[in-house]
């Protein structure tokens, strides 16, 4: 079912580009796909931190334009533990909270399979340096709520990366040397039109 989706997904941007192209309108379709940010070792600390956790975890990371890998050049991943910390204050709770920064995911199986996913990462050798699968927002215990995760040491051949999207607050950090190996990384996703 999961590909079917998918593939209808992929059949819908390629349809709605060629429409909109063939009447000399400008579009851009990103119909699922991976989401980087490459940071570079002087990169601004705090500008970058906040604009990874705004990124990653707004919207519980369900909207296509969501963060869902850094990429850390050189000696930039240094701040690991400042952006654990940050991502800690993120407010986790229903959507009607107005001090809630982040609510729930769209459904069981939603959470069901980040769940999964973040497991998997885990099997295959990444860190979980932020682990938001066990949040419970008192009165909705049952409710379908993920905080943010982070996953450190992710690799192109594990499953969370390999996947089209996770839809959901989780941010996938890779480290690499130099910037030629992060458009490498980039540059060989599947999922880039």
């Not at 699922?32 to 940071?39: F, H, P």
């Not at 963060?67 to 709770?93: H, P, Y």
């Not at 060989?188 to 039109?193: I, S």
Request: hydrophobic share 40%.
């Amino acid at each position: 079912m999961e590909n079917c989706a998918i593939a209808l997904l992929d059949l819908f941007g390629t349809q709605l580009y060629g429409r909109a192209a063939s009447r000399g309108k400008r579009v851009q379709s990103h119909v699922g796909g991976k989401n980087y940010a490459v940071i570079m070792p002087d990169a601004s600390i705090d500008a970058t931190l906040n604009a990874l956790v705004a990124s990653g975890f707004g919207a519980s990371g369900q909207r296509c334009m969501a963060l869902t890998t850094a990429i850390f050049v050189g000696g930039s991943m240094q701040w690991e533990d400042e952006l654990v910390e940050l991502a800690k204050t993120v407010r986790v709770n229903t959507g009607t909270d107005p001090t809630a920064d982040l609510g729930p995911v769209i459904s069981k199986e939603v959470k069901d399979r980040i769940s999964r996913l973040v497991q998997s990462a885990v099997g295959s050798g990444a860190r979980l340096l932020l682990d938001g699968r066990n949040i419970v927002v008192p009165g909705y215990e049952n409710g379908n709520f993920v905080g943010p995760t982070i996953l450190h040491d992710v690799t192109p051949n594990m499953e969370c990366y390999k996947q089209e999207e996770i839809f959901g607050p989780v941010l996938l950090c890779m480290q690499v040397e130099t910037l030629e190996d992060a458009i490498l990384i980039v540059n060989r996703n599947r999922y880039l039109f």
